[in-house]
């Protein structure tokens, strides 16, 4: 099992520019998570999902768009890239488990700057 | 909306000395997990709580789940070079799904 795989690992984007973030798991898990690090800030949750064709907001949606068309993938639509957008963004899954609990696995991160 | 917060931010021990870092939460948790991050790496899971009060033990970690299930500590024994890292807990609440996460505890340790 490969886990949690996000591309592209590195980007730099320029302001106004859009992009997708890709993330697939192969674990089977309903349960999907993007988050952003920024600095000494911990993770900020995105959005996330609980299943195919179910998305909800997280604590820091505003300029981001996802989709959940299949179990595997995530993408986390980045439109008109601002420089507050640059960090680390962290895509992670969970089990199925009852309200979503359990250990979640992290793919290795995608370093994103907006210049 | 549900917020989790950790403290200290950093703390910088000298090997050997044991270490202690704090979560609260604003509401009542289903469960709380918490992770460590090597630096330049991804967060990895720990352990995972979710009963009132409990205490688990992984070696010289010592997790603890308040009795209200609004707060919980991670204490490390005696640390060691390779505890290096930031520590977060993670908090799911009772509506489900939305896991919020502290703001980390950076770890350092002097040999």
């Known amino acids: 099992n490969a886990g949690v795989t996000q591309t592209p690992k590195f980007r730099i984007l320029k302001i106004g520019q859009s992009m997708t973030l890709q993330c697939t798991q192969d674990?089977?898990?309903?349960?999907m998570y993007w988050y952003r690090q920024d600095p000494g800030m911990g993770l900020k949750l995105i959005y996330y999902s609980v299943g195919a064709g179910i998305t909800d907001k997280g604590e820091v949606p505003n300029g981001y768009n996802v989709s959940r068309s299949t179990t595997e993938d995530f993408p986390l639509r980045l439109e008109l890239a601002a420089p507050s957008q640059t960090s680390v963004y962290f895509c992670a899954s969970t089990q199925d488990r009852i309200l979503g609990t359990g250990e979640l696995f992290f793919g290795e991160g995608s370093r994103l700057t907006v210049l | 909306g549900q917020q989790v917060m950790q403290i200290p931010q950093y703390q910088h021990v000298q090997e050997g000395e044991d270490f202690t870092t704090y979560c609260n939460s604003s509401t009542t948790l289903s469960n709380i997990q918490w992770y460590k991050q090597r630096p330049g790496g991804h967060p990895v899971f720990l352990i995972q709580?979710?009963?009132?009060?409990e205490v688990k033990k992984q070696k010289r970690l010592t997790f603890q789940f308040g009795e209200a299930k609004k707060n919980s500590s991670l204490h490390i024994t005696a640390t060691q070079t390779t505890d290096v890292g930031t520590y977060f807990c993670?908090?799911?609440?009772?509506?489900?799904?939305?896991?919020?996460f502290g703001q980390g505890t950076e770890l350092s340790v002097k040999p």
């Open positions: 993670a908090g799911l609440g009772n509506q489900g799904g939305k896991l919020i």
């Open positions: 709580l979710v009963k009132s009060g």
């Open positions: 674990m089977n898990h309903n349960y």
